[in-house]
Structures are given as structure tokens and as C-alpha cells.
């Protein structure tokens, strides 16, 4: 049975209880979270006792602490856990237990990983961890090997481990995020090059795109779809007839698919989006969170008048309160179309013409109101 400290839920309490402030605090990538327990875990099965808290030492050489919530040891097998801290960074899996388990396996057969519960496993090519494997990527695999060699070698033992990773609940959590359309099965992936979460870096979303991206490349897709959300999802995907593994979503980030179709092409691109993202994007902004981009209204006034507009229509727009407004109000200006063939043209820019693009805009019914595929 494993022991659960007393202090468990007051650990969950500190961690769950993030309240933002000015600097951001970083926290702790699930992979280093695997690091430290598997350390952890290891020292126990050698030596009867649990560090704790443990220190692990980072790719770029920090050494953080990770105080334990959980231990056990029994039958050969020694299992730690640790409560993810992902600072002030609104990570899905923050407050997470992230658990693991080591036992000794014969010698020569050096570490080998398992996947958990609330882990997920690997269906289909394309990822950094071929088909069949434990979702725990290069970068983890390596901070936990390097941490469990450097202890054995410290201990005078070999390191010919099972290393069984485990997320309670991690299953349902992962119906958050991309694993189901990635092929990732039955849980979340262990994720992290650095083993540090950096607040609003929104690393692991843009991780999800560039996965995406590869996954569709590996199974023979030579046409996808980057998306802004729900509705212009629904809409492409209804238009084209796709299926999950052909889109993307790639939220406000359209700048990191952009980039990294640039390096990793793919035949045809439709980016599809609610008018004001679409503005931004035609204005030049590769982010278009709303804290990091704004509609030029300005601009968008005179692109009306450079269509058509009368004068006072193309003065209220110069005022407008938002985007919409302008678009509702347009009438018969196609202002939908001049700002679709706009987008493109940065698109294309931003790819260096490797692959066809498309811009769809659609309305928040999912009615397309502009559209430009050159």
C-alpha cells in the first residue's frame, strides 16, 4: 500500500491556490516531475530510504528540490510520487501526481520504460517515440536516465531498471488536450526538454501543433487545416471533409505553425478564423492573443475605403468598438475577401512559399465571409 504523507493535501492546497503576481513563477515540467520520483524511488530500492525532498539536476544545470507526497516500498519495487508545480502558468496538467515506480530487471537490459496509468502510449508515426512505446519523450527519458545512472554509479550499482511512469487520472485529462487526435492513447504524454515550465510560454500548445504537424506528415497527409477554435474547426471540416488527424488547432498561434511548416512543408495549408484573428493576421500579427495583438481599426477603415466605402461608414469604422462591428456594417463592401487575400499574402510570406496556402474566415455562425486560396 503506498504511504501518502500527511502533509499531502496541504501540498496540494499550496499548489492548487496559485494567485498570479509580478515576476510570473516558473514551475516544473512533468518530465522533471518523473525525474525526481524515479530518483527518488531508485535511492529507496538500494538503499531503504527515501530522499526527500530530492534534488535532480536540470539539462542547463539548475538543481531543484522536490519534496515528496507519496512512497513506498514493498516486493522488490520501491514508488515515489511528486505534485506538479507548474508556478503561475495555467498548465493543464498542474497539481498533477506524478508517480514512479523502479524495480530490478536482469543485468544488461539497461533502463526500460512503461507507461502508467494515466499514461499514454504511442499508435502512430510521426511523434519522437515510435508506435507502441510509453508517451514519454526524448527530453524526459534522458533527465530520468541521467538521473538514475549518475545515483547507481554514486551507489556502485548497475542500472538495469524497469521505470514505470503513472499520472492518476491522467486519462481523463488528456481528453483536454491533443493525445486522442495525435494517437496517443490512454493518457498524457511526459513532456519537457528543460524540466522548467515557463508562465505563458504556452510551450506545450505549440508543442501540440508542431506534433500535429509531424504526425501528419508520417501517415501521408498533404492537406491540413490551422484553426482558431471550435467554429471555424467545424466549418473546415465540414467543407473539406477531414478528419481529426488534418487539423490543427492551432489557436492564436499561428506564427509557430507558420514557422514550422517553413522548415517541415506540407503540400496545401488552409488557415481558417474568426474575422477580427483574421484582421490581425492580414495586419501582420503572427500572435493573435488579445493581450499581444490588436485590431488597427484605422487600417481597417481605409481598406474600406479602398473598396468602395462612403465616407461616413468608413468614419464609423475608424471608431468602431470591435472587428464584428465592422463586418456587420460592411454591407455589400466584401471587406471579408480583401482581408482573407491580406492574410495570405503574409502567410505565404512567413513560409517562404513552400506550400499553397488558403484563408477561410467565417462568422460566428461558421458561415464563410471571406475566403483566398490565390
Given at each position: 500500500?503506498?504511504?501518502?504523507?500527511?502533509?499531502?493535501?496541504?501540498?496540494?492546497?499550496?499548489?492548487?491556490?496559485?494567485?498570479?503576481?509580478?515576476?510570473?513563477?516558473?514551475?516544473?515540467?512533468?518530465?522533471?516531475?518523473?525525474?525526481?520520483?524515479?530518483?527518488?524511488?531508485?535511492?529507496?530500492?538500494?538503499?531503504?530510504?527515501?530522499?526527500?525532498?530530492?534534488?535532480?539536476?536540470?539539462?542547463?544545470?539548475?538543481?531543484?528540490?522536490?519534496?515528496?507526497?507519496?512512497?513506498?516500498?514493498?516486493?522488490?519495487?520501491?514508488?515515489?510520487?511528486?505534485?506538479?508545480?507548474?508556478?503561475?502558468?495555467?498548465?493543464?496538467?498542474?497539481?498533477?501526481?506524478?508517480?514512479?515506480?523502479?524495480?530490478?530487471?536482469?543485468?544488461?537490459?539497461?533502463?526500460?520504460?512503461?507507461?502508467?496509468?494515466?499514461?499514454?502510449?504511442?499508435?502512430?508515426?510521426?511523434?519522437?517515440?515510435?508506435?507502441?512505446?510509453?508517451?514519454?519523450?526524448?527530453?524526459?527519458?534522458?533527465m530520468i536516465g541521467d538521473a538514475l545512472l549518475d545515483s547507481a554509479e554514486a551507489l556502485d550499482v548497475t542500472a538495469d531498471l524497469d521505470v514505470t511512469i503513472a499520472i492518476p487520472g491522467g486519462e481523463e485529462i488528456a481528453?483536454?488536450?491533443?493525445?486522442?487526435?495525435?494517437?496517443?492513447?490512454?493518457?498524457?504524454?511526459?513532456?519537457?526538454?528543460?524540466?522548467?515550465?515557463?508562465?505563458?510560454?504556452?510551450?506545450?500548445?505549440?508543442?501540440?501543433?508542431?506534433?500535429?504537424?509531424?504526425?501528419?506528415?508520417?501517415?501521408?497527409?498533404?492537406?491540413?487545416?490551422?484553426?482558431?477554435?471550435?467554429?471555424?474547426?467545424?466549418?473546415?471540416?465540414?467543407?473539406?471533409?477531414?478528419?481529426e488527424g488534418a487539423l490543427i488547432d492551432m489557436g492564436d498561434f499561428v506564427g509557430g505553425m507558420l514557422k514550422y511548416l517553413r522548415r517541415h512543408p506540407i503540400e496545401r495549408l488552409t488557415v481558417g478564423g474568426g474575422f477580427?484573428?483574421?484582421?490581425?493576421?492580414?495586419?501582420?500579427?503572427?500572435?493573435?492573443?488579445?493581450?499581444?495583438?490588436?485590431?488597427?481599426?484605422?487600417?481597417?477603415?481605409?481598406?474600406?475605403?479602398?473598396?468602395?466605402?462612403?465616407?461616413?461608414?468608413?468614419?464609423?469604422?475608424?471608431?468602431?468598438?470591435?472587428?464584428?462591428?465592422?463586418?456587420?456594417?460592411?454591407?455589400?463592401?466584401?471587406?471579408?475577401?480583401?482581408?482573407?487575400?491580406?492574410?495570405?499574402?503574409?502567410?505565404?510570406?512567413?513560409?517562404?512559399?513552400?506550400?499553397?496556402?488558403?484563408?477561410?474566415?467565417?462568422?460566428?455562425?461558421?458561415?464563410?465571409?471571406?475566403?483566398?486560396?490565390?
Amino acid at each position: 500500500m503506498v504511504y501518502w504523507r500527511a502533509s499531502l493535501e496541504q501540498v496540494h492546497s499550496k499548489v492548487m491556490s496559485r494567485k498570479p503576481k509580478l515576476p510570473l513563477r516558473k514551475g516544473w515540467t512533468t518530465g522533471a516531475c518523473a525525474a525526481a520520483a524515479a530518483l527518488a524511488a531508485f535511492e529507496a530500492l538500494e538503499t531503504g530510504v527515501f530522499p526527500d525532498p530530492v534534488s535532480i539536476r536540470l539539462p542547463k544545470g539548475e538543481r531543484p528540490l522536490f519534496e515528496l507526497a507519496c512512497m513506498d516500498l514493498v516486493d522488490g519495487a520501491a514508488t515515489a510520487g511528486i505534485v506538479k508545480d507548474a508556478g503561475d502558468d495555467p498548465d493543464v496538467t498542474h497539481g498533477v501526481t506524478v508517480l514512479a515506480t523502479i524495480r530490478r530487471n536482469v543485468p544488461g537490459t539497461g533502463i526500460i520504460f512503461h507507461a502508467g496509468d494515466g499514461v499514454g502510449t504511442v499508435t502512430k508515426p510521426g511523434l519522437p517515440v515510435v508506435s507502441g512505446e510509453p508517451a514519454i519523450n526524448p527530453g524526459p527519458r534522458k533527465m530520468i536516465g541521467d538521473a538514475l545512472l549518475d545515483s547507481a554509479e554514486a551507489l556502485d550499482v548497475t542500472a538495469d531498471l524497469d521505470v514505470t511512469i503513472a499520472i492518476p487520472g491522467g486519462e481523463e485529462i488528456a481528453k483536454k488536450t491533443w493525445n486522442p487526435r495525435l494517437g496517443i492513447v490512454g493518457g498524457l504524454s511526459i513532456l519537457g526538454t528543460t524540466g522548467i515550465v515557463h508562465p505563458y510560454s504556452c510551450s506545450a500548445w505549440i508543442h501540440s501543433i508542431h506534433q500535429g504537424i509531424d504526425v501528419a506528415r508520417a501517415t501521408g497527409v498533404d492537406h491540413v487545416a490551422g484553426v482558431t477554435g471550435r467554429t471555424s474547426e467545424a466549418a473546415i471540416g465540414k467543407m473539406y471533409g477531414f478528419d481529426e488527424g488534418a487539423l490543427i488547432d492551432m489557436g492564436d498561434f499561428v506564427g509557430g505553425m507558420l514557422k514550422y511548416l517553413r522548415r517541415h512543408p506540407i503540400e496545401r495549408l488552409t488557415v481558417g478564423g474568426g474575422f477580427a484573428k483574421m484582421v490581425k493576421l492580414a495586419q501582420g500579427n503572427l500572435d493573435l492573443h488579445s493581450s499581444r495583438s490588436q485590431v488597427d481599426f484605422k487600417q481597417l477603415a481605409q481598406w474600406l475605403a479602398d473598396l468602395g466605402a462612403e465616407p461616413d461608414d468608413v468614419a464609423r469604422a475608424e471608431q468602431a468598438n470591435t472587428a464584428a462591428q465592422i463586418l456587420m456594417s460592411a454591407g455589400s463592401i466584401e471587406i471579408g475577401g480583401l482581408v482573407a487575400r491580406r492574410a495570405r499574402e503574409v502567410a505565404l510570406a512567413t513560409l517562404s512559399g513552400r506550400t499553397a496556402v488558403e484563408i477561410v474566415i467565417v462568422d460566428r455562425n461558421g458561415t464563410v465571409v471571406g475566403r483566398a486560396d490565390g
